[in-house]
C-alpha cells in the first residue's frame, strides 16, 4: 500500500533546511586528500526491476568509499523555455517510500533519491553529488540547438544552476516550493555526443557553464565542480576540442567499456585496457589505451582523466566452441540471465555475472589485452566483463601511465557490483598512496607498462 505524503507546511521547510545543513563544500576541501578520484553512477531508475536504492550504498559500506556519486540523468529541455528538467519527479524528489539511509524518517520534501542522498551526505560529508546531464537516450537532439546560440548556452547554464546548484527542483501538490539546498556539488555534462557542426558550441557551453559557477563561487564561498562525460570512440572525440574543454574542467569521466557490443555479429572484449593484432578490429582504437593516448596527445592533462570501469557485461549466444568462443560469428545477444537486474538480453551485471562459473562457465583471461571473459560451450554463450583481477591491473595502469597517475577511476553503474560492493571496494583500495607502494613491491618500477 503506497503511503500518503504528509501534508507540506511552510514551517516544516526551515528546519528541513537545517537538517540538510544549509552550505556546500569551500575551496579547502575541493580535491579528495588521496588525490584519486573514485566516482560511480547512480542511476535514477534503479529502483525499477531490483531493491536497490541509495540506503543499499550505505549498508553496503560503498558510500563511504566514494569521493563522487554522479546522479544519472537530468534532461535538457527546448520547451517551454531552453533549461534544465528532472527526468522523473516522483523517483528524484516524491516517492514517499525510499528506504531511509540513517534510519530517520523522511519528515517533508524533497522525498525520493533527493531526500536519500541529502540524508547520506549528513552521513558523509566531504562526499560531492554532481548531477549527470543528458546521456545515452538524450542524443544530440536537445543539446545542439541548446548550445546552438550565447541566448541558449546562457539559458541552459542559468536553469541547470537554479535547478540543482540553489536546489529549486520543483513544487509539491500544493505549490510549495520544494528545495535541495547544499544537496549537488556540480554537474557532470553527458552530451552523447557533438557532432561535426557542434564542435566549437560544446566548448562555449561548457566554458558558459564553468563562467556561471565561478560568479556562484565567489558569491558564496564555495567549489562547485564541472566534468564531462567523454567519448572514446574517435568518430567522436575528433568533434570536441579537447585541450580548450579540458581546461575548464576538474575531470573528465572516460568510458573504458562498450568498446564491443552484443549487438555485434562477433564476440569481443567490451573492455580491454589494450589491443593485439590477434583482434579481429586490431587498430580500430577500440580499447582503453587508445582513447587515453589521443587525449593526452591533444594536451589533456593525466590528472583530469578518470578511467570507467563496467559493473555490467556484453553477452553472446550461438558461438562456437572455438578460441574459447572469442572472436568467434554469434547469432545474437545472451540471453539475459534469471533474475538479472538490467533485464535486458545481452547484458548482464557483475553481481549476476561473478556467480556463472558454477553454472557451467569456465573464465578465461587474456594477457595481451587485459581482459576476462566467461564461455559456456554447453549453452554456446560468451560473456565479456571485468572482474578484481582486471581493475587491479587497470588500477596499475591509473597509476603508471603517466607521472603522477591519471586522475583515477569511476563505475557504471553503482546497483550492478555484488551485494557487498566488491569492485568499488577493490577500487577504493588500489586507488590510495599506500596500493601504489604495495604495487611497486611487488611487480617492480615497470608496473603494468607494455613490454615492446
Given at each position: 500500500?503506497?503511503?500518503?505524503?504528509?501534508?507540506?507546511?511552510?514551517?516544516?521547510?526551515?528546519?528541513?533546511?537545517?537538517?540538510?545543513?544549509?552550505?556546500?563544500?569551500?575551496?579547502?576541501?575541493?580535491?579528495?586528500?588521496?588525490?584519486?578520484?573514485?566516482?560511480?553512477?547512480?542511476?535514477?531508475?534503479?529502483?525499477?526491476?531490483?531493491?536497490?536504492?541509495?540506503?543499499?550504498?550505505?549498508?553496503?559500506?560503498?558510500?563511504?568509499?566514494?569521493?563522487?556519486?554522479?546522479?544519472?540523468?537530468?534532461?535538457?529541455?527546448?520547451?517551454?523555455?531552453?533549461?534544465?528538467?528532472?527526468?522523473?519527479?516522483?523517483?528524484?524528489?516524491?516517492?514517499?517510500?525510499?528506504?531511509?539511509?540513517?534510519?530517520?524518517?523522511?519528515?517533508?520534501?524533497?522525498?525520493?533519491?533527493?531526500?536519500?542522498?541529502?540524508?547520506?551526505?549528513?552521513?558523509?560529508?566531504?562526499?560531492?553529488?554532481?548531477?549527470?546531464?543528458?546521456?545515452?537516450?538524450?542524443?544530440?537532439?536537445?543539446?545542439?540547438?541548446?548550445?546552438?546560440?550565447?541566448?541558449?548556452?546562457?539559458?541552459?547554464?542559468?536553469?541547470?544552476?537554479?535547478?540543482?546548484?540553489?536546489?529549486?527542483?520543483?513544487?509539491?501538490?500544493?505549490?510549495?516550493?520544494?528545495?535541495?539546498?547544499?544537496?549537488?556539488?556540480?554537474?557532470?555534462?553527458?552530451?552523447?555526443?557533438?557532432?561535426?557542426?557542434?564542435?566549437?558550441?560544446?566548448?562555449?557551453?561548457?566554458?558558459?557553464?564553468?563562467?556561471?559557477?565561478?560568479?556562484?563561487?565567489?558569491?558564496?564561498?564555495?567549489?562547485?565542480?564541472?566534468?564531462?562525460?567523454?567519448?572514446?570512440?574517435?568518430?567522436?572525440?575528433?568533434?570536441?576540442?579537447?585541450?580548450?574543454?579540458?581546461?575548464?574542467?576538474?575531470?573528465?569521466?572516460?568510458?573504458?567499456y562498450d568498446f564491443a557490443s552484443s549487438?555485434?555479429?562477433?564476440?569481443?572484449?567490451?573492455?580491454?585496457?589494450?589491443?593485439?593484432?590477434?583482434?579481429?578490429?586490431?587498430?580500430?582504437?577500440?580499447?582503453?589505451?587508445?582513447?587515453?593516448?589521443?587525449?593526452?596527445?591533444?594536451?589533456?592533462?593525466?590528472?583530469?582523466?578518470?578511467?570507467?570501469?563496467?559493473?555490467?557485461?556484453?553477452?553472446?549466444?550461438?558461438?562456437?566452441?572455438?578460441?574459447?568462443?572469442?572472436?568467434?560469428?554469434?547469432?545474437?545477444?545472451?540471453?539475459?540471465?534469471?533474475?538479472?537486474?538490467?533485464?535486458?538480453?545481452?547484458?548482464?551485471?557483475?553481481?549476476?555475472?561473478?556467480?556463472?562459473?558454477?553454472?557451467?562457465?569456465?573464465?578465461?583471461?587474456?594477457?595481451?589485452?587485459?581482459?576476462?571473459?566467461?564461455?559456456?560451450?554447453?549453452?554456446?554463450?560468451?560473456?565479456?566483463?571485468?572482474?578484481p583481477f582486471t581493475v587491479f591491473l587497470?588500477?596499475?595502469?591509473?597509476?603508471?601511465?603517466?607521472?603522477?597517475?591519471?586522475?583515477?577511476?569511476?563505475?557504471?553503474?553503482?546497483?550492478?557490483?555484488?551485494?557487498?560492493?566488491?569492485?568499488?571496494?577493490?577500487?577504493?583500495?588500489?586507488?590510495?598512496?599506500?596500493?601504489?607502494?604495495?604495487?611497486?613491491?611487488?611487480?617492480?618500477?615497470?608496473?603494468?607498462?607494455?613490454?615492446?
Amino acid at each position: 500500500m503506497t503511503r500518503s505524503r504528509p501534508a507540506a507546511s511552510a514551517a516544516l521547510f526551515v528546519p528541513l533546511m537545517a537538517l540538510m545543513g544549509g552550505g556546500c563544500s569551500s575551496f579547502a576541501q575541493g580535491r579528495p586528500s588521496e588525490g584519486k578520484i573514485l566516482a560511480g553512477y547512480f542511476e535514477e531508475w534503479n529502483r525499477t526491476g531490483s531493491d536497490y536504492s541509495v540506503a543499499s550504498l550505505e549498508r553496503n559500506g560503498v558510500a563511504g568509499k566514494l569521493t563522487h556519486l554522479l546522479y544519472a540523468f537530468a534532461n535538457v529541455t527546448l520547451t517551454p523555455a531552453i533549461g534544465c528538467a528532472i527526468a522523473d519527479p516522483k523517483a528524484a524528489y516524491q516517492n514517499t517510500e525510499v528506504p531511509s539511509v540513517s534510519g530517520s524518517p523522511y519528515i517533508a520534501p524533497p522525498y525520493g533519491n533527493f531526500g536519500a542522498l541529502i540524508q547520506l551526505k549528513r552521513l558523509h560529508p566531504n562526499l560531492r553529488v554532481l548531477i549527470s546531464i543528458g546521456g545515452a537516450a538524450a542524443g544530440n537532439a536537445t543539446f545542439s540547438p541548446a548550445a546552438g546560440t550565447a541566448a541558449g548556452r546562457q539559458a541552459l547554464a542559468a536553469s541547470c544552476i537554479d535547478m540543482f546548484i540553489r536546489g529549486n527542483v520543483g513544487n509539491d501538490a500544493a505549490g510549495n516550493p520544494i528545495s535541495t539546498g547544499s544537496l549537488f556539488d556540480g554537474f557532470n555534462i553527458d552530451w552523447e555526443y557533438p557532432a561535426a557542426v557542434d564542435k566549437r558550441n560544446f566548448t562555449l557551453l561548457v566554458e558558459e557553464f564553468r563562467r556561471q559557477l565561478n560568479v556562484l563561487e565567489q558569491a558564496r564561498h564555495c567549489r562547485y565542480w564541472l566534468t564531462i562525460d567523454s567519448p572514446t570512440q574517435a568518430k567522436n572525440y575528433a568533434n570536441v576540442e579537447l585541450a580548450q574543454v579540458a581546461r575548464q574542467l576538474d575531470f573528465l569521466t572516460l568510458d573504458g567499456y562498450d568498446f564491443a557490443s552484443s549487438g555485434d555479429g562477433k564476440t569481443n572484449h567490451a573492455s580491454a585496457l589494450y589491443d593485439s593484432p590477434e583482434n579481429p578490429a586490431f587498430a580500430e582504437g577500440l580499447d582503453i589505451e587508445s582513447p587515453i593516448s589521443a587525449y593526452l596527445r591533444a594536451g589533456v592533462p593525466g590528472r583530469k582523466l578518470v578511467l570507467g570501469m563496467p559493473l555490467f557485461g556484453q553477452g553472446w549466444t550461438g558461438v562456437p566452441d572455438v578460441n574459447h568462443g572469442l572472436y568467434q560469428t554469434a547469432t545474437g545477444p545472451a540471453p539475459s540471465p534469471a533474475g538479472d537486474a538490467i533485464g535486458a538480453n545481452g547484458l548482464a551485471t557483475y553481481k549476476t555475472l561473478s556467480t556463472l562459473m558454477a553454472s557451467g562457465y569456465t573464465r578465461y583471461f587474456d594477457p595481451q589485452r587485459i581482459a576476462v571473459w566467461l564461455y559456456n560451450p554447453t549453452t554456446r554463450t560468451f560473456w565479456s566483463y571485468d572482474d578484481p583481477f582486471t581493475v587491479f591491473l587497470k588500477m596499475i595502469y591509473t597509476h603508471r601511465r603517466v607521472p603522477g597517475g591519471l586522475g583515477g577511476a569511476f563505475v557504471w553503474a553503482l546497483r550492478d557490483d555484488d551485494e557487498n560492493g566488491n569492485l568499488v571496494k577493490t577500487l577504493d583500495w588500489l586507488a590510495r598512496p599506500e596500493a601504489v607502494d604495495a604495487i611497486r613491491k611487488v611487480l617492480g618500477k615497470r608496473g603494468i607498462e607494455r613490454r615492446k
